[in-house]
């Protein structure tokens, strides 16, 4: 009887415990990491595109410092977030990561650096004007979609 009762709580201990180990695979921490990054470029891209759409008024001071951040953003060294097999074929549901970023590796490296040659310009035009913020933010956005074209699952 005792020993049945002892089974019985490791069971339920066992069966508590299941969803927990799930959890703590150490890649989940990677996937939302970067994921983290990427909803903070978002974060300073949004109001940009508002000002150059005209849906929000220009503002020299915010469109400087969200264009800033985002070049501030650049100089993050989390390329250990981007570990290989942490693709979409392994996570289903929880990345959109392509296994062609690591298969046709460094292919994605070039749209990183298109992606950072136009968030320097924008950084360094964005204070200067709406005429001057509205090309280099469309140039950012075409760098945005043009990876996510080519190495993000599409819906
Ligand atoms: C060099 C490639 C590349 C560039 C440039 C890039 N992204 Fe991404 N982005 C990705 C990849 C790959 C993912 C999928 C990440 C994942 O799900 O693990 C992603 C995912 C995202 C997501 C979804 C994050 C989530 O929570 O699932 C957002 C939002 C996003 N990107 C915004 C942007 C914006 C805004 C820009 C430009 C300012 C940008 N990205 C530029 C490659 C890129």
Same mark, same amino acid.
Do not use: E, H, V
């Given at each position: 009887m005792k020993n049945l009762s002892k089974i019985c709580l490791l069971l339920i201990g066992v069966s508590l415990l299941t969803p927990g180990l799930a959890a703590k695979d150490p890649n989940l921490k990677l996937l939302k990491a970067r994921q983290g990054e990427m909803q903070l470029r978002a974060y300073n891209v949004g109001p940009l595109f508002g000002m150059a759409k005209g849906k929000m008024e220009y503002d020299a001071a915010l469109a400087s410092k969200l264009a800033n951040n985002l070049k501030t953003q650049?100089?993050?060294?989390? +390329? +250990?977030?981007?570990?290989?097999?942490?693709?979409v074929d392994a996570y289903p549901g929880k990345?959109?990561?392509? +296994?062609k970023i690591w298969s046709t590796y460094p292919e994605i490296s070039n749209y990183g650096k298109k992606y950072a040659n136009a968030v320097n310009e924008l950084a360094d035009a964005a204070g200067n004007g709406l005429d001057a913020l509205k090309p280099k933010i469309s140039a950012v956005g075409k760098t945005c979609k043009g990876c996510h074209d080519e190495f993000r699952e599409q819906k």
């Open positions: 650049l100089s993050l060294d989390i +390329g +250990g977030t981007w570990k290989q097999g942490t693709d990345t959109t990561a392509l +296994g």
